[in-house]
């Protein structure tokens, strides 16, 4: 996936692969397709994170979505039962987003202002694979 091979480059590979990675020079859209496994808030901001690298190696700020698929609701998605996008934003804007960049590579840390704006535009959206149904 050339995601990965940017996640690769950047220093930050084997911790973010979401199922699809669509890029443009305007917007970086991610899709997730979960079963059984959930998610957490740190799996959350990679995806994230792997937004604000591309736009690092693009040169170039872009709109960010991350959709998931997933057999039940949202909230079913995660350890931590958010009912909605806005209540996971809200909650992962409550943790240490500094440390969390640190943790990920020193030269992401003065990235900061720039990751807090993709957390707070960022779109998330959820749809059941029930719902995909008429597409197939």
Known sequence: MHDQQLADDL??????????????????????????????????????LLGLADEIASKHKKEHCLGFIGPDNFSALWKSGYKTPAELKKAAGKTDLAGFLGENGDQFVKHLPRFKEILASVNVGFITYRECRPFT
């Open 11 to 48: 220093g930050i590979g084997g911790s973010i692969q979401p199922d699809f990675c669509f890029r443009s020079a305007s917007s970086l859209v991610s899709l997730e397709m979960k079963i059984t496994a959930k998610s957490s808030i740190e799996q959350f901001l990679k995806y994230l």
